[in-house]
């Protein structure tokens, strides 16, 4: 069964879907709020530019990444980097 069996997945997974799903309805919700304007065309195109601009420039990145180190020890770290982040509480920086 491979990873369809992983009892793990069904939540990340649903998470994902429900984080792209708000993506695109802002997306939309921009690109419409936006064609009454007299520069409607190029407004649009940026708004599509700057909701994708994140994903083309950290894929490289992530997949050399991926590719350099062993995958659960590269996914562990940068969970406990980003969780750290969210916390405010960065490792090598002191908290006040």
């Known amino acids: 069964m491979g990873a369809a069996a992983d009892r793990g ?19 939309v919700g921009a690109q419409w709020l936006l ?4 520069t409607a065309s190029t407004l649009v195109a940026l708004v599509q530019t700057v909701s994708l601009l994140p994903t083309l420039l950290l ?28 916390r405010g509480s960065v490792p090598g920086r002191a908290v006040p």
């Open 9 to 27: 997945l069904p939540q990340p997974l649903a998470a994902t879907v429900a984080a792209n799903i708000g993506t695109w309805t802002q997306t």
């Open 35 to 38: 064609i009454d304007a007299p």
């Open 59 to 86: 894929a490289l990145p992530a997949a050399t990444l991926a590719d350099t180190f062993d995958v659960g020890t590269c996914s562990c770290r940068c969970t406990r980097w980003s969780w750290s982040v969210v």
